[in-house]
């Protein structure tokens, strides 16, 4: 950013990464809705890991 004005180069940016997502769209086969059940159970261990100190 120049005096509060985008520069090139980071729309430029922002197009390769705007690439990289549609193409990762297209092969990437995720389920439509997150298994929450499975999110939370391994939120819990990590969360159990640090309070136990297992992770440094």
């Given at each position: 950013?120049?005096?509060?004005?985008?520069?090139?180069?980071?729309?430029?940016?922002?197009?390769?990464?705007?690439?990289?997502?549609?193409?990762?769209?297209?092969?990437?086969?995720?389920?439509?809705?997150?298994?929450?059940?499975?999110?939370?159970?391994?939120?819990?261990?990590?969360?159990?890991?640090?309070?136990t100190e297992e992770v440094?």
């Amino acid at each position: 950013m120049e005096n509060g004005v985008m520069t090139p180069g980071f729309y430029e940016i922002v197009t390769e990464y705007e690439t990289s997502f549609a193409e990762a769209d297209k092969r990437t086969h995720l389920p439509e809705e997150p298994d929450m059940a499975a999110v939370s159970r391994f939120v819990e261990s990590v969360n159990r890991r640090i309070v136990t100190e297992e992770v440094p």
